[in-house]
């Protein structure tokens, strides 16, 4: 320990929403020395503290009431760039259950208390960190500057003249170069310390180069002996289901997983791994929990966004097409329903445009679900018809979900429009759409066909030949409503070639307007319709004249 550490000259911000505890803790900082102490009650007020100012030691509850946690400070914090580097991070917890305390292990903070803890405790433990932070600072300042080459000069200079810190750099310089994807040589240091040293941080590291150079058969018996031993090494069993994953077995990488989350659930990466597993082995249910685990821990953080949303709503919508119980169907949609309840409130980082988009187009998914398709394409239309008429302003995660719904609901040509503008930038989204789409790719390229050789013949003037792609491409996709009009244009053109009234033309065309007429259209196809509508009173007005004279 340095016995030169001086208190006076660090500035410590304590966030902590219990005002006891704050009193408490700036008193026994004021007794180590300690000057300048400012203490503060929520996660977001410490962020906007530092976004103005710095602090050299920050001690962070990890449960500060509503709003963000410490953990999401910290994830926060370093997001934005607020933590300079030689600034040292306690996160304090009063909650000693697994969960929590591997989660806090897990963030890699400078260091973490549980409380209580005795004044000498704290104060070797601040020293300790603080000796440690200036050591190794030379590394740290290279890797804020991004200069591999001099971060991995520091860490050789650091294991040369530094005793106490000479293995902790070894095993940091072989995660900078597992970064760098230089496996040969990490796998080098590491084989050779391990050789040395058997170490579980090292035997862990390994076992991820291992996994990285598609090493599966060395990787998964190191890693099961990691997580057989140390079961609170969590990152242990994301590695060893990776190595199952790429290997080929999604069932035993998803047990293992599932075993990591009982440890602890709050971990974003792995409840995303659970739910790209659970959707590989068609255990939606599964995958549905991991999405809501995730929309749940993300609300309030840097990490909330719509995708998170959407992907929990599409997760609802899997898991409500398979299942054959009305009520229990029932139930699943409702929480669809509960998600937008008074939503500005709920989700406030959506903007309101494209949050009612996301709700018309969460609702219309409801009542495609529960049969009701026509229902389902006028809540849809509505909802994003602006969306419908610029395609090129829709949201990057919502592109490919409306897409896919309005190819559900038969309209191609809307669906057709917008796919030059989706981004596939979301795995979970694509697994959902590719597991909610089932045989619709089939239905849509047979209805493409007979659509585009209808509007072939129709332009070639066989009329007849047009009429009868049209409906077949109707027989194929009832609910069509371009194909319907289509169909239309072609019997009046019919009935213009012809000189006489022919009776089973016009009764197509009164009975596709009928139909119609309960079809929920956009502005374009409603001016189409009209047109078509007048177009065919005309041709029965002169029908009538004809018939008169």
């Known amino acids: 320990m340095n016995h030169n550490f001086d208190y006076r000259n660090k500035r410590v911000l304590i966030v902590d929403d219990q005002r006891a505890f704050q009193i408490m803790l700036k008193t026994m900082l004021i007794n180590f020395g300690a000057e300048d102490v400012t203490h503060i009650g929520s996660a977001e007020d410490a962020l906007k503290l530092c976004r103005n100012d710095t602090f050299d030691l920050l001690l962070v509850d990890y449960n500060l009431g509503s709003g963000m946690n410490g953990r999401q ?71 804020k500057d991004k200069n591999f080459e001099q971060s991995i000069e520091e860490c050789d200079n650091a294991i040369i003249y530094s005793a106490r810190y000479r293995n902790f750099c070894r095993l940091f310089k072989a995660e900078l170069l597992i970064e760098k994807e230089k496996y040969a040589e990490a796998r080098i240091i590491l084989e050779e310390f ?40 969590l990152d242990g069993y994301d590695w060893l289901a990776h190595c199952f994953r790429d290997g080929g077995d999604s069932e035993k990488a998803l047990d293992i997983v599932q075993r990591a989350i009982k440890h602890s659930h709050l971990s974003l990466d792995r409840q995303g791994l659970l739910a790209e ?34 992907n929990y709503v599409q997760a609802i919508i899997l898991v409500a097409k398979n299942e054959d119980d009305p009520f229990k169907q029932g139930r699943l949609l409702q929480e669809i329903s509960g998600l937008f309840h008074r939503p500005s409130q709920q989700h406030p980082y959506v903007e309101q445009g494209e949050l009612l988009a996301l709700e018309g187009y969460s609702l219309a998914s409801i009542h495609n679900v529960k049969g009701n398709q026509v229902k389902a394409k006028h809540t849809l239309l509505k909802s994003n018809e602006a969306y419908l008429v610029e395609p090129e302003s829709i949201p990057e995660w919502l592109g490919a979900q409306l897409a896919n719904l309005l190819t559900e609901l038969e309209e191609f040509e809307f669906a057709a429009k917008l796919k030059p503008y989706i981004q596939h930038s979301n795995v979970h989204s694509e697994k959902l759409l590719a597991s909610i789409c089932g045989e619709e790719d089939s239905k849509e390229v047979q209805f493409q066909h007979h659509n585009k050789l209808g509007i072939e013949a129709f332009t070639d003037g066989k009329l007849e030949i047009a009429l009868q792609h049209f409906e077949t491409a109707l027989s194929i996709a009832p609910l069509n409503t371009g194909a319907a009009l289509n169909k239309v244009q072609v019997c009046l053109a019919l ?38 509508k007048k177009e065919f009173n005309i041709q029965r007005m002169h029908a009538k004249k004809r018939a008169s004279s």
């Open 73 to 143: 400070l910290f994830e926060a914090l370093k997001a934005n760039n607020l933590l300079p580097i030689n600034t040292v991070f306690f996160l304090v917890t009063g909650d000693n259950s697994k969960a929590i305390v591997l989660s806090a292990i897990q963030m890699t903070p400078d260091d973490y208390l549980m409380k209580p803890f005795s004044q000498n405790e704290l104060n070797l433990r601040i020293q300790k960190a603080f000796n440690k932070k200036e050591a190794l600072l030379p590394i740290y300042q290279a890797i």
């Open 495 to 532: 009935l213009v070639e012809i000189e006489r009234p022919w009776p089973e033309i016009t009764k197509n065309i009164r009975d596709t307007l009928i139909e119609l007429e309960d079809f929920p259209l956009s502005e374009q196809q409603s001016e189409r319709k009209a047109e078509l």
């Open 277 to 310: 597993l659970a959707l590989d082995t068609n255990m939606n249910a599964i995958a549905k929990e991991a999405f809501f685990a995730i929309l749940m821990q993300t609300k309030n953080t840097i990490h909330q966004s719509p995708q998170h949303l959407i």
């Open 194 to 233: 391990i050789d040395a040293h058997p170490h579980t941080q090292a035997q862990l590291l390994l076992g991820r180069v291992y996994y990285l150079e598609k090493k599966y058969q060395q990787a998964i018996p190191l890693l099961t002996e990691i997580i057989k031993y140390n079961p609170m090494i």
